[in-house]
């Protein structure tokens, strides 16, 4: 984490740094405190620089439900740390705040895009593992956007987990994916509210960063 501080303070500022990596922390203890509610091993975070963070789940979910639970939690804190961000930013008047409230929308609108490994991935898969088709255009779009490595990587860790899907989806194992009615309305009105949540906050916060220029 130290690490990840120091290299984005020499592109951004050390102010700058700590925030970002600060909100990147309270998504993965979204996760890690999710994961450890439902009696799961897991590690600390782990940070990469210019790459992101994550948790060591040391034991899988042993259901789509629970991985999707675990996979919430994290864009769930995330917003809420980006929204107070927001919330101080409008009352100081601070830029930074509100770059930094910008780039938590944005960071866990991001990480909701349906395809695993992200956890809009983890989310949707409660619904049906089909959804993750819906994500290959949206990275794909995402791309061209805004170009990144790390897209590039996201979508070398997918593919595999597509292909093996729905070369095997006739298999026992998809014992794991199902759920009862019920709870896929639940995880899907939380998953698609929460997106179009983080979209309009991810405008609005934009808009208002353009206008104090």
Excluded: C
Aim: no cysteine.
């Amino acid at each position: 984490m130290l690490l990840s501080i120091g290299a984005y303070a020499l592109v951004y500022g050390w102010r700058y740094a700590v925030g970002f990596v600060g909100l990147l922390l309270i998504h993965e203890l979204g996760h890690y405190i999710a994961a450890q509610q439902r009696g799961l091993n897991v590690g600390l975070p782990t940070f990469i620089p210019f790459v992101g963070a994550w948790i060591e789940l040391k034991e899988q979910p042993m259901n789509a439900e629970t991985e999707a639970f675990v996979g919430l939690a994290g864009p769930l804190l995330g917003t809420f740390a980006a929204f107070a961000l927001y919330l101080i930013s409008k009352e100081t008047n601070s830029s930074l705040l509100l770059a930094l409230a910008y780039a938590g929308f944005m960071l866990n609108l991001f990480n909701l895009i349906p395809l695993s490994p992200l956890d809009g991935g983890r989310i949707v898969a409660v619904l049906s593992p089909k959804v993750w088709l819906l994500g290959v255009p949206v990275l794909i779009g995402v791309f061209f956007w805004r170009p990144s490595p790390l897209l590039l990587i996201v979508a070398v860790l997918a593919m595999p987990q597509l292909w093996q899907y729905f070369k095997n989806r006739n298999s026992p194992n998809l014992e794991f994916y199902k759920a009862d009615l019920t709870t896929k309305i639940r995880y899907g009105f939380q998953y698609f509210g929460l997106t179009l949540l983080l979209a309009v906050s991810a405008f609005e916060t934009h808009e208002a960063l353009e206008s104090m220029r």
